[in-house]
């Protein structure tokens, strides 16, 4: 495995947020936090030789296109896509799994919100606590590669609408106005807002709010819709098996607490 330092570094100076990885997840407290500068890098690359490369979706958002164990198939999903040609040839990449990203500036104009699930199998990652991995680093002795050497464009506007369509309404100016003493049923609210948190955080996160739910009588399948939207309200949301993993774990041990009760 070779060390890319110097790579992290190349990106840093192009004006990207470098994360070093390991094994898809970051090795430093990164949330809310400035890019770290070249000399950071090479000081964090000492310490970690071999670590892979991630870069946050500070200034530019992904496309991520891929195939999901419950059948969504986002290369078909692009392919039946009936504004094929607001996704403008830019960089790319082919995925170690095996799917691809499309990168694409942030316009200034208008804010492109993280959507995951936009389409089946496609996903938009643009938090600017999100981060995708990129070439050349590797996982599982398969590569992160470039497809073409296009620079980032900056899509049409129209792009960042269809990605938005769910986020609609009237602005709101809200206050700071504070209602009083929050509760345990206020953090499950909250949660769905907020997300799970940070990586270190969201399983935690994740089945402290399935079981209050669950606590509250709240139907499985109401519950599993509310997790579900609060995961995708994560920065970095958790992966599909591993979310449903835990919510099952979750079930399971609510229906025992119920002394085998059936849920629904």
């Known amino acids: 495995m070779d060390c890319l330092v110097n790579y992290a570094v190349a ?8 994360l070093p990885m390991k ?7 990164f949330a809310d936090k400035p890019p770290l500068t070249p000399d950071e890098i090479r000081k964090i690359w000492k310490q970690y030789p071999y670590a892979q490369i991630a870069l946050r979706t500070v200034n530019f958002f992904v496309v991520d296109i891929d195939e999901h164990q419950d059948g969504a198939d986002g290369f078909k999903s ?11 040839d830019t960089l790319s990449q082919k995925t170690a799994g095996g799917g691809r990203q499309l990168f694409y500036l942030k316009r200034k104009d208008i804010e492109v919100r993280q ?6 199998g496609v996903d938009v990652k643009a938090h600017p606590n999100n981060y ?5 680093s590797e996982r599982n002795g398969k590569k992160y590669e470039w497809e073409n050497h296009n620079p980032i464009v900056t899509p049409d506007r129209q792009l960042i609408e269809l990605i938005n369509a769910r986020e609609k309404g009237t602005t709101i100016t809200f206050s700071n106005y504070d209602s009083g003493k929050k509760t345990a049923t206020t953090n499950l609210f909250e949660t769905i807002v907020n997300g799970l948190g940070d990586d270190g955080t969201r399983n935690n996160s994740l089945t402290s709010f399935v079981g209050g739910l669950l606590y509250r009588n709240v139907p499985d399948k109401v519950a599993y819709q509310l997790a579900q ?6 920065p970095d949301p ?5 979310f449903n993993r835990t919510f099952t774990s979750m079930l399971t041990k609510d229906m025992r607490r119920r002394g ?3 849920t629904g």
């Open 11 to 18: 990106y840093a100076k192009k004006g990207m947020s470098v």
């Open 23 to 29: 094994d898809k997840q970051p090795l430093i407290k």
């Open 78 to 88: 692009i392919e039946q896509f009936n504004h094929k040609e607001l996704l403008k």
């Open 115 to 120: 959507n995951i699930g936009w389409l089946p």
């Open 132 to 136: 995708v991995v990129i070439a050349p």
């Open 229 to 234: 939207l609060a995961n995708e309200n994560t």
């Open 238 to 242: 958790l992966p599909e098996q591993e």
């Open 260 to 262: 085998g009760g059936k």
